[in-house]
């Protein structure tokens, strides 16, 4: 391509070429992290996921070995027991103790129970007499809640009993003796021991059933191909749930499993999950490969779309160079160095000639706007000064007629101090104290006019009052309540004023007859029906010194009331002289 004379390499080729470099680096390293990320998050999730599961599943399963517990705590510290254990009884005493304390005790511990159990008390005092049921094969739980009551001589040649190892200590024993694990059975134990000198009197024993207490240990909560087992501190499995057994040696496997695990305290006991990682394998494939297929789709595209846009600007630089060319007369006092032999090198050399012109523009603009706004500001507050004065002065006409001599002295010394504040020595800004004792002023001379039939509650921030404000903000919003908002005996005024992180918000709050939807946005509507023009004015001022990010809004509802929030910066005068002089 040639350009006054002289071959250059297009841009447009260049913005194609490196586009096509930029594109293909991101894509490669979002795809590569994506897919990391993933299989991370995926990992990462079902280990959330399940360890979640298995707290929820050790706490119901707690729950219900904490009944047991509970029935077992009722025995063991009941202290009426305590003494009938350590007594020889006489004959016609067995019978009382047994019939009037032993058998309802034990049967107001049974009806406590949530599922079915067995309760066996073993007592080495012969004196109280035994209590048992036929011994058979059946499972012992499918009576119901029963109890019993043995002595220990019965039980002592039995291997469970001999290896069954009762400390001392108030801790309970969690096993499976007997036919416990037959049935589906587990059984907790614990010693029946004297509070006085700590020795054995028997122990008790609390059957409840595996399926019951453990019903929470459910496969499919983990996943289809995944097991949910519990199994011993010797690594025994105790109970496991699956879609299919276990492996047979299925410790030496872990390294094919996730294996998430959970305690459960008391039990000697512990929850695991184990999820074959071949299923998360399977997952990360498939995500690996969407990832590489929206990588090549997305490469496809964006190379696609990179040509496309290159021949787009390349045609607009063109058209550029073609424009400024046609300016080239003018003289500019900025300049701009640019190396190359392209579209760009014209741009630089029409710039440089245009520059001098633009700055003068963007000088007389940006005077003009200022001045512009000067003007529009000063309008703005002449259209309220007067719309009050004629007000006020009507209400001292009315004074004066009726002969209210102190009224009428208290209202000219309060439009007097109003109308001192409103001029503020013809700056636009006041501080905030300034601002509140203006409205003050008018709200005195309102009270003047209203009598009982106004109330007022000033609530202001003791830090705001530092601050400045663009004047004549309140009054107007005061003024509007006292001529639209009044409806029936009375109306109360509130104002309220407050610092919220860098900006000051003051409410003007009334209880008044309220507006409707429709009447805000014509309010606000410039280009409306001329309403509520004291409040769009305060807008445009604050807006006009503040910017767009500032100004006034109203949320009211037909016979409630409106609520004026109106926000300006944290500001002084004196922040303005310093950027002035800065500049």
């Given at each position: 391509m040639k350009i006054n004379g002289q071959r250059i390499f297009p841009f447009g080729y260049k913005l194609m070429m490196s586009y096509w470099v930029f594109v293909l680096i991101p894509v490669i390293a979002v795809g590569y992290f994506s897919y990391t990320f993933s299989v991370d998050s995926i990992i990462t999730q079902t280990e959330k996921n399940i360890t979640g599961t298995l707290?929820?599943?050790?706490?119901?399963?707690?729950?219900?070995?904490?009944?047991?517990?509970?029935?077992m705590d009722q025995i063991f510290?009941?202290?009426?027991?305590?003494?009938?254990?350590?007594?020889?009884?006489a004959n016609y005493e067995r019978y009382e103790k047994t019939t009037q304390y032993l058998i309802p005790k034990l049967s107001s511990v049974l009806y406590q129970s949530n599922g079915r159990v067995n309760v066996s008390l073993y007592l080495q005092?012969?004196?109280?007499?035994?209590?048992?049921?036929?011994?058979?094969?059946?499972?012992?739980?499918?009576?119901?809640?029963?109890?019993?009551?043995?002595?220990?001589?019965r039980i002592e040649r039995k291997d469970w009993y001999q290896t069954l190892s009762l400390s001392r200590s108030e801790e309970a024993v969690w096993k499976q003796i007997e036919s416990d694990a037959e049935h589906g059975n587990i059984s907790v134990i614990r010693n029946l021991i004297d509070f006085g000198s700590g020795d054995p009197k028997g122990f008790v024993r609390i059957v409840g059933s595996v399926h019951e207490i453990f019903e929470a240990v459910d496969y499919t909560k983990v996943g289809e191909e995944s097991y949910f087992i519990v199994f011993?501190?010797?690594?025994?499995?105790?109970?496991?749930?699956?879609?299919q057994p276990l492996p047979e040696h299925w410790q030496r496997q872990l390294d094919q499993f996730l294996i998430i695990d959970e305690a459960l305290p008391g039990l000697n006991l512990k929850l695991a999950a184990l999820v074959p990682l071949s299923d998360l394998e399977k997952n990360a494939v498939r995500l690996r490969n969407t990832t590489i297929i929206i990588g090549v789709i997305s490469f496809i595209v964006l190379a696609i779309v990179g040509l496309l846009v290159a021949r787009y600007f390349s045609k607009r630089i063109r058209k550029i160079v073609r424009l400024l060319?046609?300016?080239?007369?003018?003289?500019?006092?900025?300049?701009?160095?640019?190396?190359?032999?392209d579209e760009f090198a014209f741009i630089s050399i029409a710039f440089n000639d245009m520059a001098q012109n633009i700055q003068e523009l963007i000088q007389k603009v940006y005077i003009g706007e200022i001045e512009k706004k000067e003007a529009e500001l000063t309008a703005l507050q002449a259209q309220i000064n007067p719309h009050f004065?004629?007000?006020?002065?009507?209400?001292?006409?009315?004074?004066?007629?009726?002969?209210e001599v102190d009224k009428l002295h208290e209202m000219i010394i309060e439009l007097s101090k109003f109308y001192r504040l409103t001029l503020n020595e013809g700056r636009p800004l006041v501080s905030i104290y300034n601002e509140l004792q203006h409205v003050q002023a008018y709200l005195e001379i309102q009270k003047i006019k209203f009598r009982n039939r106004m109330t007022v509650t000033i609530d202001v921030d003791s830090n705001v009052i530092?601050?400045?404000?663009?004047?004549?903000?309140?009054?107007?919003?005061?003024?509007?309540?006292?001529?639209?908002a009044l409806f029936g005996d009375r109306i109360h005024i509130r104002i309220t004023a407050h610092l919220e992180d860098a900006t000051i918000i003051f409410k003007v709050i009334d209880d008044g007859i309220g507006m409707s939807q429709e009447t805000i946005e014509q309010i606000f509507n410039k280009n409306g029906i001329r309403v509520g023009y004291g409040i769009r004015n305060v807008d445009e001022r604050i807006k006009l010194e503040f910017g767009q990010a500032f100004g006034v809004s109203i949320h009211s509802r037909l016979g409630i009331g409106t609520t004026i929030k109106i926000t300006i910066p944290v500001y002084t005068e004196k922040q303005r002289e310093e950027l002035v002089n800065s500049e």
């Open positions: 707290q929820q599943t050790r706490d119901n399963i707690l729950y219900k070995t904490d009944g047991l517990n509970r029935i510290f009941d202290e009426s027991m305590q003494i009938i254990l350590n007594q020889n009884l005092n012969e004196s109280i007499p035994e209590i048992y049921y036929e011994q058979s094969d059946a499972n012992p739980l499918f009576r119901g809640n029963y109890f019993e009551i043995f002595h220990t001589s011993n501190d010797r690594d025994e499995l105790f109970l496991e749930s699956g879609s060319q046609v300016f080239q007369e003018g003289e500019f006092s900025k300049r701009i160095t640019y190396s190359g032999k004065l004629y007000n006020t002065l009507s209400s001292i006409s009315r004074l004066a007629k009726l002969g530092q601050y400045d404000t663009v004047k004549l903000i309140l009054q107007p919003f005061v003024e509007n309540v006292l001529e639209h």
